[in-house]
T-cell receptor, first 112, second 113 residues
Framework: DAKTTQPPSMDCAEGRAANLPCNHS???????VYWYRQIHSQGPQYIIH???NNETNEMASLIITEDRKSSTLILPHATLRDTAVYYC?????????????FGAGTRLFVKA | SQTIHQWPATLVQPVGSPLSLECTVE??????LYWYRQAAGRGLQLLFY??????ISSEVPQNLSASRPQDRQFILSSKKLLLSDSGFYLC????????????FGEGSRLTVL
């Protein structure tokens, strides 16, 4: 079962930062936070993941609260192509076939 | 670099007919492999995952089966399709030495009539 809570939808103006929240109050100490997005009719795309420190890559930044019970994915300058469903997932990292369970996600609409 | 391919991309099949969807990964060894299904307007449902040749774990009871005859090949099958099998089927892999991020194929859209 998915162990995260996300708002079903959000709007963002093109060129502005998109801040997508995720609650994971039951996260365990060895579980990472992963973010994916799915553009219509495509497979999900990995964005970023983190354990407790904030992370940044070429796509986004991930801010994890100190108690690790929530996180925010930040798209610094949203474009129309960022319109997608964004999934926040918590799971144990590493090998061994650990399952990745997707919830309903947040549908982000970037508007011109 | 690693790539993942699925085929066919689209498929229209009558109820009761068999199914075979194939997925192959290139550029990596001993990947973990996954099959997901996404019904229209719904989320992703994990169907099967595999950590090695011949090792398949099933997540939901259904009339689908999966096989992994080679290290980088994952096949989804059915002997008799149901209307409820319609959906978008996605294959994914994660690296044996990675921190678990998944990489998805292009998907196979199945319509059962």
């Amino acid at each position: 079962d998915a162990k995260t809570t996300q708002p079903p939808s959000m709007d963002c103006a093109e060129g502005r930062a998109a801040n997508l929240p995720c609650n994971h109050s039951t996260i365990s100490g060895n579980e990472y936070v992963y973010w994916y997005r799915q553009i219509h009719s495509q497979g999900p795309q990995y964005i970023i993941h983190g354990l407790k420190n904030n992370e940044t890559n070429e796509m986004a930044s991930l801010i994890i609260t100190e108690d690790r019970k929530s996180s925010t994915l930040i798209l610094p300058h949203a474009t129309l192509r960022d319109t997608a469903v964004y999934y926040c997932i918590v799971r144990v990292a590493g090998t061994g076939g650990f399952k990745t369970i997707f919830g309903a996600g947040t549908r982000l609409f970037v508007k011109a | 670099s690693q790539t993942i391919h699925q085929w066919p991309a689209t498929l229209v099949q009558p109820v009761g007919s068999p199914l075979s969807l194939e997925c192959t990964v290139e550029g990596t060894s001993n990947p973990n492999l996954y099959w997901y299904r996404q019904a229209a307007g719904r989320g992703l449902q994990l169907l099967f995952y595999s950590v090695g040749i011949g090792q398949i774990s099933s997540e939901v009871p259904q009339n689908l089966s999966a096989s992994r005859p080679q290290d980088r090949q994952f096949i989804l099958s059915s002997k008799k399709l149901l209307l409820s099998d319609s959906g978008f089927y996605l294959c994914a892999w994660s690296g044996a030495g990675s921190t678990g991020e998944l990489f998805f194929g292009e998907g196979s859209r199945l319509t059962v009539l």
